[in-house]
């Protein structure tokens, strides 16, 4: 048998891995819905040796960098590149290159526009989206993308492509890079079905802790107190900064942030109360956050996880996919995790001026139609306090902290 | 080619971006070029560019498609074509396939452009096929793969799509066309028709022979009855009920109505499925028998050729083919339909699984007053509409 054309060395399907091989294969537990466990690290073990280095290649296509006279010794050093590979002659890598060239793929004309459905089109997908184009023609105004649209697509491809500036911060070729969901811990009745969610690119390499840190959630950011008296001083304490305890649940492993010593381990109740009557859940394993990288997890993709933080706030975490980096993804190592995809949510508006989002609450208020009554900062000192800054009236007032102020 | 009929009629919510799954009348055209390409008879790229550029199928990214709708259609195109490159497809189709999915990825209009995506369970198949392309010598798909790869136009991936728990309202289920498909029962593959008319053949001159050599000429000798007179009609039998419980198993109630509409256009639909069984093996045995008595020796393998491709016994006859085709659309989409009320109430598995995603759904909290901008990626309407506020 010849050798692989891209020595790759992957003709034979042997196992570079074997120990691991077996639990390291991804395979359906539940057709589409999710996988069997299996090993982040030796997947891309696993991957990396059936590929040769053009597979896994991050440098810029030759194309690129070769000037376009040089086409001619170019091609002759293709066909032989070609021969090579093929096992066939000088002549035929020739023929091939000719033959199997792209421009014999072309339909459209010089000239021709591809917004355009050509006329006499025998594709059954053309026919449809004409249909549809005649529909919006006829019922759209102006037709034109929508905020959410350009911007759902400007959260995908604004990082693609990227290189870093410093040479040491490119990603590593074969690093494997995984899409986490983080879904948003309430629920409303409208989500019945579509549960909101935020997607994010994480490197293999890269620790659960930089998840966690990158994890944008209003509950962290939430200001215990009532300020009403002494509102200067209200965005001193974050509860990210009070309460530093977090864990993430994979495979039934909880790994706790330990990071600082003020941490708490939030996963203990849960396992006290899990053995304390043999629930069947089997035994729980604990295990420190910021002590694994995603290579190290014996993970499902599509199976619903575990992230809690803030005592209570549990969001659903999905790792939907993992693949190998590819030569036009982000290459910047710093720009990950990266948010690839954010749910927009409606924001609260000040209740005086309509048009900036709520930064106070207030209940028991003489001044407010409505209890509770939002405000956003310059419309509530306006309305509570005088010049000097004296509280007028009476009323409770609280930071407020709008889930739409990550949009 | 006639359009489907939502296409039209109803207004699919314009400029949605369809969520997820195949985009209507795609599947279709990448079938007619495939299957324009197997009546070909031939692997050769020059044979399939003619073929592409007389569709003008570039012409499939046209049409005033937003970024992320371009997007999202061209990944749903290469991820379509992609299954027509993996088995159980016929070496004719998956060469087709690969060519296909070349055409596609370079005529894409996304940039930077839409990549393939290689599960690493179907890597090594993949890779036996390019393999085999060049111990063959078909150098131009090889040379087309090789392309591919060293454009790096594929990601190597996990699984062939993301994966996520969520509720599902219905699975997809991806239906294997049966006229690409590679037949690969080894048990007919083992007793075709050649070898049953040759076990005929044996026998009767087995018979000749005894009644020859006994006395009585009309009636063999009692000492030579050595083996049993009916062997052949039961294996015959034999043979036919496991080609039935085959094609039963692999569709469970799809295949004998898709017989039923090649056979005979009448359509026995309103039939209850279990008279159609029996209506189906009825025929297949009619046909078994009726082949096996006439075809002569000579002819043979003209023969096998008809019974190996059983399933699409239509395929031959080149003119009835649009025709035949679309009938067994027609008969096909209705028990699709039924095949899945019936699987979801008889299938106590299935059930289960519906009820565990069900679990994992989130509580339900009452809502407090306007709170989230529902933002529905499958409903949210890609333009602006006159507001009405």
Redesign the interface.
């Known amino acids: ?2 050798e ?3 020595g ?1 060395g ?2 034979c ?1 042997q196992h570079p891995v074997p120990s691991a091989s077996h639990g390291s ?4 537990e ?6 069997r466990a ?1 090993h982040v690290g030796a ?1 891309g073990e ?2 990396r040796g ?2 040769g280095l ?2 896994l ?1 991050l440098s810029e ?1 030759r194309a690129a960098e070769q000037p376009a006279d040089g086409g001619a010794s170019d091609n002759g050093l293709d066909d032989a590149a ?1 021969a090579g ?4 002659s000088l002549e ?1 890598a020739a023929e ?1 290159r000719v ?2 060239g ?1 421009d ?5 004309d010089e000239g021709e526009d ?5 006329e006499n ?13 005649d ?2 023609e006829e ?8 905020r ?2 350009t911007f ?2 400007e959260m ?2 604004h990082a ?2 990227k290189k870093p500036e410093n040479p040491e911060d490119m990603i590593g070729e074969g690093e494997l890079i995984l ?1 986490v ?1 983080i ?1 948003y811990p ?11 969610y935020q997607t994010m690119l994480v490197l293999g390499s890269q620790k659960l802790t930089e998840l966690r840190d990158s994890i944008c959630c209003v509950s962290d950011l939430q200001i215990g107190g009532e300020f009403s008296s002494t509102p200067d001083q209200a965005p001193e304490h974050i509860s990210k900064d009070l309460y530093k305890s977090a864990f993430f649940y994979f495979e039934g492993t909880f790994y706790n942030d330990k990071r600082y010593p003020e941490c708490r381990d939030l996963s203990r109740t849960i396992i006290e109360w899990s053995e304390s009557h043999d629930r069947g859940y089997g035994k729980f394993q604990t295990a420190r956050m910021e002590d694994f990288t995603f290579n190290d997890l014996n993970i499902k ?4 996880y575990l992230y809690c933080h803030q005592g209570d706030c549990e969001h ?1 975490v ?1 790792i ?5 980096v ?3 993804d982000c290459l910047d190592r710093t720009l990950y995790p990266l948010l690839t995809k954010k ?4 924001t609260r508006k000040c209740f005086v001026c309509k048009m900036y989002t709520a930064r106070w609450v207030t209940n028991n208020d003489t001044f407010a139609p409505e209890d509770p009554c939002f405000f956003c900062d310059v419309c509530f000192r306006m309305l509570h306090y005088d010049s000097e800054g004296n509280k007028l009236g009476e009323f409770l007032a609280y930071p407020y902290v709008d ?2 102020t990550f949009n | ?1 006639e ?2 009929a939502d ?2 009629t109803r ?2 919510g ?2 949605t ?1 369809a969520g997820v799954g195949t ?4 599947q ?2 990448c079938e ?1 070029l495939l299957s324009r390409f197997q009546e070909l008879d031939s692997v050769r ?2 044979d399939f ?1 003619e073929l ?2 007389s ?14 709708k371009k ?1 999202m259609f061209t990944k749903e195109a290469l991820a379509l074509a992609w299954r027509y490159f993996l088995p159980p497809y016929t070496f004719q189709i998956r060469v087709g396939a690969l060519y296909l999915l ?2 596609l990825y ?2 894409q ?1 996304c940039q ?2 839409q ?1 393939i ?1 290689v ?3 179907d ?2 198949e993949v ?1 036996k096929f ?2 085999d392309l ?1 111990n063959a ?1 078909h ?2 798909a ?3 793969f ?2 591919l ?4 136009a ?6 062939p799509k ?8 219905k ?2 289920q991806t239906e294997v066309t049966q006229k690409f498909k590679d037949p690969n029962d080894r048990v007919m593959k083992l007793i075709t028709s050649d070898v049953l008319e040759e076990m005929l053949n044996v026998h009767d001159h087995y018979q000749n022979m005894k009644r020859a050599i006994s006395a009585d000429k009309s009636m063999p000798d009692k000492a030579l009855s050595l083996v049993k007179e009916d062997f052949f009609d039961n294996i015959k039998n034999i043979v036919l009920e496991h080609q039935q419980w085959h094609k039963d198993r692999k569709n469970p109630s799809l295949k004998p109505k898709l017989k039923d509409g090649e056979e005979d256009s009448k359509g026995t639909s309103q039939e209850p499925e279990r008279c159609e069984r029996a209506v189906s093996l009825a025929k297949i045995k009619a046909r078994a028998f009726s082949a096996v008595a006439q075809v002569s020796k000579s002819r043979r393998h003209r023969q096998a050729k008809l019974d190996s491709s059983d399933s699409d016994s239509g395929s031959g006859q080149g003119q009835g083919k649009a025709a035949k085709k679309k009938r067994t659309r027609e008969t096909a989409a209705e028990p699709t339909e039924r095949k899945r009320a019936s699987r979801s109430r008889g299938n106590a598995q299935n059930e289960q ?1 519906e009820e565990k ?1 069900l679990h ?8 407090e007053e ?9 409903e ?7 507001r009405k506020r």
């Not at chain 1, 294969?25 to 359906?28: A, G, L, N, R, T």
């Not at chain 2, 993301?162 to 309202?169: A, T, V």
């Not at chain 2, 994992?360 to 809502?367: D, H, R």
């Open positions: 048998m010849a692989d054309p891209l790759g992957a003709g399907p294969f991804p395979e359906y539940l057709p589409e819905l999710h996988t299996f997947f696993l991957w059936r590929l053009r597979d290649s296509p070609v590979d093929l096992g066939c035929a091939l033959v199997c792209l014999k793929l072309r339909c459209l591809p917004e355009v459905i050509p089109t025998d594709l059954v997908t053309l026919c449809v989206r004409k249909g549809l184009l529909y919006r019922n759209i105004t102006i037709d034109r993308a929508c959410q649209e759902v697509y995908e491809s693609l492509g899409s969901n879904l309430v629920i409303f009745n409208k989500h019945r079905e579509h549960k909101p993709l599509g199976f619903p659903v999905v939907t996919d993992i693949r190998l590819h030569h036009d749910h927009w949510l409606w889930p739409g | 080619m359009i489907p296409a039209g207004p699919v314009p400029g971006l985009p209507p009348g795609l279709t055209d007619a790229f020059e560019a592409w550029r569709m003008k199928f570039a012409t499939i990214f046209c049409g005033k498609m937003r970024n992320l997007n070349y055409g370079n005529t209009l930077p452009k990549k995506r599960a690493l369970k890597w090594d890779i390019q393999q060049v010598q150098f131009d090889a040379f087309v090789r392309k790869r060293l454009d790096r594929f990601h190597f991936t996990a699984m993301l994966l996520s728990c969520r509720m599902k309202k699975i997809q699984k995603s994992l759904s989130m509580p339900i909290i009452a809502e306007e709170e989230t901008y529902d933002f529905i990626e499958a949210f309407t890609a333009t602006k509409r006159k």
